[in-house]
């Protein structure tokens, strides 16, 4: 079974420090992806990164792929009120078109 | 362009009656997936449709719970009867099979806030 495990499970940091949240599994994925959730509002795609060791840049936030393909990291530097939701990296099922969810960094930006 | 489209918005009935959600998934989407998210277990599959036939009800958690998708634009979850651990926020979301070399992203409706008393 492919397993998506996130960690912290919870952060609360003020405005302007950085952070970082990860994703780790035992399994290889072809793909990873990162979506934030809102209160009150299905999760939202970010980023997909495909290739092991890439890194893709979204404003403030960095995603790496690990190289082996089993993690993935969020990177938020400077971080701002509106940064604040749920988390979750999701990677394809193997042999199916459904996905994978970790189980979310919760994270809250404090003013 | 609409997103997916989830009735009723908020839901709260009493234990043992009928519950029925609602899911337009974006126009020419071929997939469509049920989700489930509560604080404890985190976001859960359902299930889900390729061209409105199901292809994976491994994540349903009992006979009370039914899923159907008549045509390409609609499906329903059904809860019957309803208990009070299926209270929850109930997603649904639709994707396109594409070529990106990637996982196909989902696209999430806004969820059913089901609350059984």
């Known amino acids: 079974t492919q397993l998506l495990e996130q960690s912290p499970q919870f952060l609360s940091i003020q405005e302007g420090e950085n952070l970082t949240v990860y994703c780790n599994s035992s399994s290889v994925f072809s793909s990873l992806q990162w979506y934030r959730q809102e209160p009150g509002e299905g999760p939202v795609l970010l980023v997909t990164?495909?290739?092991?060791?890439e890194v893709k840049k979204l404003k403030r936030l960095t995603f790496q792929f690990g190289d082996a393909r089993k993690d993935s990291s969020l990177h938020i530097t400077a971080a701002q009120t509106g940064d604040t939701g749920l988390y979750l990296c999701?990677?394809?099922?193997?042999?199916?078109?459904?996905?994978?969810f970790g189980q979310g960094t919760r994270l809250t930006i404090n003013p | 362009d609409a997103g997916v489209i989830q009735s009723p918005r908020h839901e709260v009935t009493e234990m043992g009656q009928e519950v029925t959600l609602r899911c337009k998934p974006i126009?020419?989407?071929?997939?469509l997936f049920w989700y489930r998210q509560t604080m404890m277990r985190g976001l859960e599959l359902l299930i889900y449709f390729n061209n409105n036939v199901p292809i994976d009800d491994s994540g349903m958690p009992e006979d009370r719970f039914s899923a159907k998708m008549p045509n390409a634009s609609f499906s329903t979850l059904k809860i019957q009867p309803s208990e009070p651990r299926d209270s929850a926020v109930y997603f649904c979301a639709s994707s396109l099979v594409g070529t990106s070399g990637g996982a196909d992203t989902q696209y999430f409706g806004p969820g059913t806030r089901l609350t059984v008393l």
């Open positions: 126009s020419g989407h071929d997939y």
């Open positions: 990164v495909v290739t092991g060791g």
């Open positions: 999701a990677g394809p099922a193997r042999g199916a078109q459904k996905l994978v």
